[in-house]
Each structure stands twice: as structure tokens, then as C-alpha cells.
């Protein structure tokens, strides 16, 4: 996971430059107000890749796409994502402010394991809608998380793990009656661009304890809590293809880039690839290829 990387570019491409603390403190943790990333003059939120973990507040109306599902907003909705599966706003001019924190695995993980929460789970809640008084105590969170990332008290990030809980567990006491309810606009489409997200995030692989984790439908269909069906039909109408013919193709073209590109030896590769035996990875290699690995690397 490129955690470090990919925080860096949100700020790059945000701020134009990466604070200090981000290689200092551990979880990387900030907080922003929503304001900046709305409007005209600012960067399109849509379907996108990001190794580090979400909690917005978002006040107004628009419409949230979280895998196959629509959740309406009406007026105040409190937001969970994780870099599992992305999501993107329609109708985000609706949205006239709120607040968000960013923050990777590695930030909760001493405390506990933060994908055991359902609101980080696949088949879990991640939007919830807000009564007047719940969006005021959420606001009062990450008003509180604002003061104290800017503060100087040596134990802030102690503080800051607390009220990240706080709005998890604030999050979860909402009856389900409040939480939006789910219509599907478009699914296969987007079910189609959440498998693509998926597989490409994968890729490159740049070194070599890498290895793939999603390489077969039913991990996708896993992965976005769907039946595997459901996905091979998406993908089926989208594309013309099956969803294994796309995996298999993917896969394929980045052995032949590791083949030419890098010097790991053949059997690296077959394991960065996830193939359990390198006679495997041969094997497949020929049959798409019609040559062996090394005869690739030496044309």
C-alpha cells in the first residue's frame, strides 16, 4: 500500500506542498474544512484511488454513489470511506460545507483494528443521516480536532484517536431508521467502474514484497459485496468480456513489463503476480505470450 504517497499527492494537488509532520507523525491525521473543496473553482470529487481512510461531515443536499448503491442526502449526513472502495458525489453543489479528517491504518492501529467497525466494512453502513442536534455534537468533533491538531499540546494525537472513535461510535448509535436509504441508479455501470478502480489500484507493482490480493471474480464481487453474478454481468454488458478475461488480460500485461522493465528474476515475479509455483507462472505466461518468460525478457 503506498499510504505516504498517496497522502502526499492529495496535498500536492490540494495545497501545493506536503506539511512537515507528514513524515513525523504516525497515521499521517488531518482535518479540513469541506469549504475549499466545493464550488466552481474547485477539484471534481469523483470515483478516485486514496490509501487513507475518511470521515466527512457534510452539510446541504446532493447524492452519494458508494459502490452499487445511491444514498440521498438531504440536509445533514455524517460519511465514512475507506481505500477499499471509492465513491463520488452527484449533485455536490447541493453540499455547502461541512468538515473532514483523513487519516491511514497505521493511525488507529496500536488502539484497535479499525476495519472491524461495520462503518469500514464492505457490508456496512457508511452514510448515515443527521437530526439538527447530531450534526451539531458531530460538529463539535472536528471543530475540536481542528483546535487540537493546531495546538502544541505534546499529547494531542492521544486526543485526536479519541474523537476518531467518538464519531465511530457516534455513527453507530444512530438507529437504523435515520441511516438514508439505498436505491440503485445505474449500478452495473458503476459496478463496472468500481471493478476497474479495483484492479488498477493494484498496479504498478514496484517492489517486490508486493503481491496481488484481488485476482479472481469472486474476490471482486467479495471485495464490493456483491454476487459474483451481479459483477460478471456488469462487466459482461459493459465491456463484452468476462470479468476473468479482464483479470487474466491485466495480469498478463504487467508480467510483460516486469519481464522488461525490471531485473527481478522470473520467480519473483510469479510470486509478486501470486502465482503459488513459478512452473505456473510459465505456463500462463505461454499461453498468452505463445513464448516463455525469459525468451520475452531476451527478444
Not at 67 to 90: G, M, Q
Not at 91 to 103: A, L, V
Not at 137 to 157: A, L, Q, R, W
Not at 260 to 266: D, E, I, L, N, R
Amino acid at each position: 500500500m503506498l499510504e505516504l504517497k498517496e497522502l502526499e499527492d492529495f496535498y500536492k494537488t490540494r495545497y501545493g506542498s506536503v506539511p512537515d509532520s507528514l513524515h513525523k507523525e504516525p497515521g499521517q491525521f488531518n482535518v479540513f474544512r469541506l469549504e475549499p473543496f466545493l464550488g466552481n473553482n474547485a477539484r471534481p470529487l469523483s470515483y478516485r484511488r486514496s490509501d487513507y481512510y475518511k470521515i466527512s461531515l457534510a452539510i446541504g443536499k446532493g447524492t452519494l454513489h458508494y459502490a452499487d448503491k445511491s444514498r440521498e442526502i438531504k440536509k445533514y449526513a455524517l460519511v465514512f470511506s475507506d481505500p477499499n472502495i471509492p465513491y463520488t458525489w452527484e449533485e455536490s453543489n447541493g453540499i455547502k460545507r461541512g468538515y473532514f479528517c483523513i487519516f491511514t491504518h497505521q493511525f488507529l492501529y496500536q488502539l484497535d483494528n479499525i476495519n472491524h467497525y461495520p462503518v469500514f466494512q464492505p457490508n456496512g453502513n457508511h452514510v448515515f443521516e443527521l437530526t439538527k442536534t447530531q450534526m451539531q455534537e458531530v460538529k463539535d468533533i472536528f471543530e475540536e480536532m481542528t483546535e487540537e491538531i493546531n495546538s502544541d499540546y505534546p499529547f494531542k494525537y492521544d486526543l485526536l484517536h479519541n474523537l476518531v472513535f467518538r464519531l465511530i461510535h457516534k455513527a453507530l448509535k444512530i438507529k437504523p431508521d435515520v441511516i438514508i436509504e439505498t436505491k440503485t441508479v445505474n449500478s452495473l455501470q458503476r459496478i463496472t467502474g468500481l471493478f476497474f478502480d479495483l484492479l488498477e489500484r493494484q498496479f504498478p507493482i514496484d517492489e517486490q514484497h508486493q503481491t496481488l490480493e484481488l485476482h479472481s471474480a469472486s474476490d471482486f464481487a467479495s471485495q464490493l459485496n456483491i454476487h459474483v453474478n451481479y459483477l460478471n454481468r456488469a462487466i459482461k454488458d459493459s465491456t463484452g468480456k468476462t470479468t476473468s478475461q479482464i483479470v487474466i488480460e491485466r495480469i498478463f500485461q504487467e508480467a510483460k513489463i516486469l519481464l522488461k522493465q525490471t531485473q527481478w528474476s522470473v520467480l519473483d515475479i510469479a510470486f509478486a503476480l501470486d502465482f503459488k509455483e513459478v512452473t505456473h507462472f510459465n505456463n500462463f505466461f505461454k499461453k498468452y505470450a505463445d513464448t516463455t518468460p525469459l525468451k520475452f525478457r531476451n527478444a
